[in-house]
């Protein structure tokens, strides 16, 4: 026993955790749960965002019904007559192999026929020689008919939708290995066109994209079971319209399906008959709006040749999809990426090899670190990672950038990071001990961030500060004199009332991330971005601050129902004032006692501005760059300029009257542009027309509560009136 606790000394407990936790990564990787997949999907997506495919527009183009097709045309879905005509300025155009994106599952409900039995108060005569007129699905079908055309199908999983839907039309598939329904995405359902359509077109084919687990469509499927029967995509139906071929032959052994063919096309897939689309990135250059095609403003030869999809990038359609490349891509366009991957062979793959390939890589790197860590320090360790990770990073560029394979590079060098991290565990326990001395230290009297900075920074314990945009907010109790009059005999009354103010007031400002500098008598001091970055500063700060009025009230409803119990409550208001701007930001004192806290001239203006609520009647006041930077999210409504101390511009002042949902509010809307045109005419000193335009805000106003900052205007306007008056 001795012996074997010797040998396993010298061996290193670490390496024997080490191996404990590769075997137990390794094992995670083949389950390979929704979140590694998820990790190793978005790091493949970063080969694309970084080298997409370069376009060809000599292979397919697009005809969009765009939003402004249908300004021009009308709302979707279209009369087939306009259809029929579409795909016979296609054909006209040298255009190839047309295919749908779009459903057409319901008789056309514009038709003559349709109108006629649907249309009340017709006489017996028009009524018979509207049904004796040709059909718009017929002629439409006529037009499909006449050109080589693939219609749409999509695949559904709503229980019972559409009964007696009849079988899927089979195109010619020929299978080679285990039958492929056991591997293929199974949709029970799949909706069609009318009989009448399907009868008349060359090829039928299933737009459906399914999207991986974080909801970005990578993969496509070119092949599915839909009702039980095999349900080519539409992409690959458009191949085999085009090359003439009968059959589609379908390639799969034990672990999937392997590739699907048509004529000598081979389109690698995943097991599920999924292809990896390698993107292009987005551009226009595929796209033909639908109105400009009908109105013949299509360069000559931009069709000729081509295989056309017709589909809608329209946003109330609802067909876009998250790919790779773009967040908002139209479904149409995954199609024709699918299509130029299949003609250009560009498709990518990730093989089932792959999988023993980066379990390979993960053992290497960990066992080499777990041999040499004893040996070495920890920065030449670190070192001796670096050099396997940046070979695996390059040969999984390679392998993506020549070879077109896809192999993950993010398990081997997690795992390996991992091992890593685990074998200087040590070095680790004693940081951390240091780290708690200086948390145990100074955890009392400073704010926990600024204590968990310290501790990773301990040089940061020292006087001196940094320059930094803040947004800072001043908060004070508007007549809070009168107030202290009634606790003249209860000071011990006025601080409990003082710290049930405060309680509510800073977890509002604490939970939106803000840093309380200090309490000042009844005033409170907070500021956003320091000591943590915070990118979105004034957006909290706004937020806090409403949230501060919503718990005020609260406060004063506690205060009434106690009042009715006998006690004095009169209501608490509070102004509030922000501003954002450069501040120097750090700890400032003595070399005894110092406080982290701010400085500067955005500070002396929040604290003016704050100071400014009673006088406008509004509880929130806020400089100019804070509004700017919060103008989408909140209602902000200009209200006047200030001259500033050392400033020759003056500084536009702002205030708050709600969320983003007020700002769209057609009468905030309205008061807005009345509340500019009466500012405007009132420095311009057309004291006429702004009094008539702050008469006009101020019917606007009550509804909004701006009774007083009306009344303030309309009395200086008319002391301006009268005083021009006087001196004529």
């Not at 601050?545 to 106690?562: C, H, W």
Request: proline share 5%; charged share 20%.
């Amino acid at each position: 026993m001795a012996s074997f606790l010797n040998r396993l000394r010298r061996f290193g407990a670490g390496r024997v955790v080490g191996i404990i936790l590769l075997t137990s990564l390794l094992g995670l990787r083949v389950w390979d749960p929704g979140p590694v997949e998820v990790i190793r999907l978005k790091a493949l997506d970063i080969y694309q965002l970084l080298h997409p495919r370069q376009e060809r527009h000599d292979l397919v183009a697009i005809i969009d019904i765009d939003e402004q097709s249908l300004r021009a045309l009308g709302q979707w879905p279209w009369p087939r007559t306009i259809m029929a005509e579409i795909i016979e300025k296609i054909v006209e155009e040298g255009g190839g192999v047309i295919g749908f994106d779009v459903l057409f599952p319901e008789p056309d409900r514009s038709s003559p026929e349709v109108f006629a039995q649907t249309f009340q108060g017709l006489d017996d005569a028009t009524r018979e020689s509207l049904q004796r007129m040709p059909g718009n699905d017929a002629a439409f079908a006529d037009a499909i008919k006449a050109a080589k055309v693939v219609l749409g199908q999509s695949g559904y999983r709503v229980s019972g939708a559409m009964p007696n839907v009849p079988p899927p039309v089979q195109t010619g598939i020929a299978s080679l290995g285990p039958d492929p329904r056991l591997f293929l995405v199974d949709f029970p359902h799949l909706l069609q066109n009318i009989p009448i359509l399907d009868e008349a077109a060359s090829g039928h084919g299933m737009f459906s994209i399914s999207s991986d687990r974080d909801g970005v469509s990578r993969r496509v499927p070119v092949m599915a079971v839909a009702n039980g029967t095999l349900v080519p995509s539409l992409s690959l139906e458009m191949l085999r319209v085009s090359t003439g071929s009968d059959t589609i032959l379908v390639k799969s052994d034990a672990s999937g399906i392997r590739s699907v063919g048509v004529s000598d096309f081979e389109i690698p897939t995943d097991g599920k008959g999924r292809v990896w689309v390698h993107y292009s990135a987005p551009k226009v250059g595929r796209y033909i709006s639908a109105i400009d095609l009908l109105q013949n403003q299509v360069p000559s030869q931009r069709l000729a040749g081509k295989m056309v999809l017709i589909g809608s990038s329209a946003a109330g359609l609802l067909d876009l999809k998250v790919t790779p490349v773009d967040p908002a891509l139209p479904g149409m366009e995954l199609h024709a990426q699918v299509l130029e991957n299949a003609l250009m062979r560009s498709t990518l793959s990730r093989p089932s090899y792959t999988a023993i390939v980066e379990l390979g890589l993960s053992a290497l790197l960990s066992i080499l670190l777990m041999v040499q860590a004893p040996k070495m320090s920890a920065g030449s360790l670190l070192v001796l990672g670096a050099v396997p990770a940046a070979v695996t990073l390059g040969l999984s560029w390679y392998c993506f950038e020549v070879l077109g394979v896809l192999i993950d590079f993010t398990f081997p060098l997690i795992s390996s990071f991992l091992v890593y991290a685990l074998l200087v565990f040590t070095n680790y326990v004693t940081v951390s001990a240091d780290r708690f001395r200086i948390r145990s230290a100074f955890s009392q009297y400073l704010s926990p961030d600024l204590v968990e900075q310290l501790a990773q920074s301990p040089d940061k314990l020292k006087l001196g500060g940094e320059q930094r945009e803040l947004t800072v907010l001043f908060s004070d109790v508007r007549g809070f004199t009168s107030i202290s009059e009634l606790y003249k005999g209860d000071p011990q009354g006025l601080t409990a009332l003082i710290n049930r103010l405060f309680t509510p007031l800073t977890h509002d400002i604490m939970n939106h991330r803000g840093t309380i500098d200090k309490y000042m008598g009844d005033a409170i001091m907070a500021f956003w971005n320091a000591p943590l970055p915070d990118p979105i500063h004034e957006i909290n700060a706004c937020k806090a601050a409403f949230a501060m009025l919503e718990s005020l009230k609260a406060l004063n409803v506690q205060r009434r129902q106690e009042a009715e119990e006998g006690r004095e409550a009169p209501p608490l208001n509070i102004g509030i004032g922000l501003n954002t701007g450069l501040c120097v930001v750090g700890n400032f004192g003595s070399d005894l006692h110092f406080n982290y806290s701010v400085l500067g001239d955005t500070v002396n203006l929040a604290s003016r501005l704050e100071g400014l609520t009673k006088e406008y009647g509004f509880p929130i006041i806020i400089g100019e760059t804070t509004a700017q930077a919060v103008q989408v999210q909140f209602a902000v409504l200009e209200i006047d300029h200030l001259q500033v101390r050392g400033k020759r511009d003056l500084e536009r002042i702002f205030t708050l009257l709600g969320d983003a949902e007020m700002a769209g509010n057609p009468d905030f809307i309205e008061l807005k542009e009345r509340n500019r045109a009466m500012l405007s005419a009132y420095r311009s000193r057309e004291w006429a027309h702004a009094l008539e335009m702050i008469l006009l805000c101020r019917e606007l106003g009550k509804a909004f509560g701006l009774e007083t900052y009306h009344e303030l205007y309309i009395q200086r306007i008319r002391q301006q009136i009268d005083a021009a008056a006087s001196s004529s």
